[in-house]
């Protein structure tokens, strides 16, 4: 894990800003630190580098924005359900393990083409 020390609240968010740009579409980032250590400043920033132009809060339960979530960990059930969903693509059932790590629909997808390539034949003729 990188350590990075800001200086003020101009600084972080302009960091953050500069940062939203490069994270790839469908990444889920969670932020954790205690209380006062400049995770709604971050986020505030990552937002405005994003051309969000809403308000952003954070609370005990999560982001808000006006929105309680419903489970603490709701941003990694949502990426879960889109990876289940990409999979499903394939249009079987599979069988097996699948680790998946800063995952998002485009590199799902991908992962579901790789898929349709190597079993190309079993998948076509319907051999398990």
Known sequence: MKEIIFNSIVETQSFA???????PMGT??????DLGTGKTTFSQGFAKGLGIKDKVIQGTNGI???KVLRFHNEPVRHKTLDLIGDLALLG??????????????ESNVEFVKMIKKEYKEQ????IP
């Open 17 to 23: 800003a500069d940062f939203a740009k490069t994270v």
């Open 28 to 33: 889920v980032i969670g932020l954790i630190g």
């Open 64 to 66: 808000l924005n006006g």
């Open 92 to 105: 079987i059932s599979i069988k097996g393990h699948v680790t998946a790590a800063r995952s998002g629909h």
């Open 123 to 126: 998948l076509e003729n319907n």
